[in-house]
Each structure stands twice: as C-alpha cells, then as structure tokens.
C-alpha cells in the first residue's frame, strides 16, 4: 500500500515556476515507478511525465517536454515536478501517481494508487 500527497500547487503568471512535490507512506515506495498526471476542466486525464523506481529512466508527454522535470528521492519517499515556462494551458489539477510494474507510462489506468491532486493555474 501506498499513500500519496501532493503539495506545491498555486497561482503562477505565465513564465514562471512551480515545484510540486509528492510524499508518499510505506517501506517500499523506492520499488514503485512514480507518475504525474493532470486534469484541466472538462478534459480528461492526461500523461505529463514519469519515473522508474530507481530514477534512471524519465518519460514526458510532447507538450512539457524541456519545460518541466521530474525527479525523485528515495530516501526521502519524494517525487517532484519541476515546472518552468509555464503556459495558461498547463492550468489543471496535478495528481501524482504509484504502481509497481506500469506496462504503460502513460496509461492513467496501469497505476494503482493516487494523491488527491494540487491545483495548479497559470495567468496569462
């Protein structure tokens, strides 16, 4: 089992920065790959990036790609996403994401456990 919270969410004017954070309960969390997903209004679901348990591996959708950054710290059972350049379109709730084995990084439905969501809205 693994608990999840996010943290980091705001109001931002397009250009700037926001980090979101995601801390995450249990032993095993270094065995989980972690994923970041947002869902802006009337939309559904969407890919934004994720890592595999040992952080070796970093996977983005096309439209943060070189904007944002994931990142994680297994000592300290946390996940980030650094977010740069931010754009009016990239407002949405962001959830963070675990599961053990996802055969798909990018299939919202291959990961068993999710926070509550941060909101995130950028200003033009």
């Known amino acids: 089992q693994v608990q999840l919270v996010e943290s980091g969410g705001g109001l931002v004017q397009a250009g700037g920065s926001l980090r979101l954070s995601c801390a995450a309960s249990g032993r095993t969390f270094s065995s989980y790959a972690m994923g970041w997903f947002r869902q802006a209004p009337g939309k559904e679901r969407e890919f934004v990036s994720a890592?595999?348990?040992?952080?070796?591996?970093?996977y983005y959708a096309d439209s943060v790609k070189g904007r944002f950054t994931i990142s994680r710290d297994n000592a300290k059972n946390m996940v980030y996403l650094t977010m740069n350049s931010l754009k009016p379109e990239d407002t949405a709730v962001y959830y963070c994401?675990?599961?053990?084995?996802?055969?798909?990084?990018?299939?919202?439905?291959?990961?068993?456990?999710w926070g509550q969501g941060t909101q995130v809205t950028v200003s033009s």
């Open positions: 994401a675990a599961d053990k084995d996802p055969l798909s990084w990018d299939d919202f439905y291959e990961y068993d456990y």
């Open positions: 890592i595999t348990w040992s952080g070796g591996s970093r």
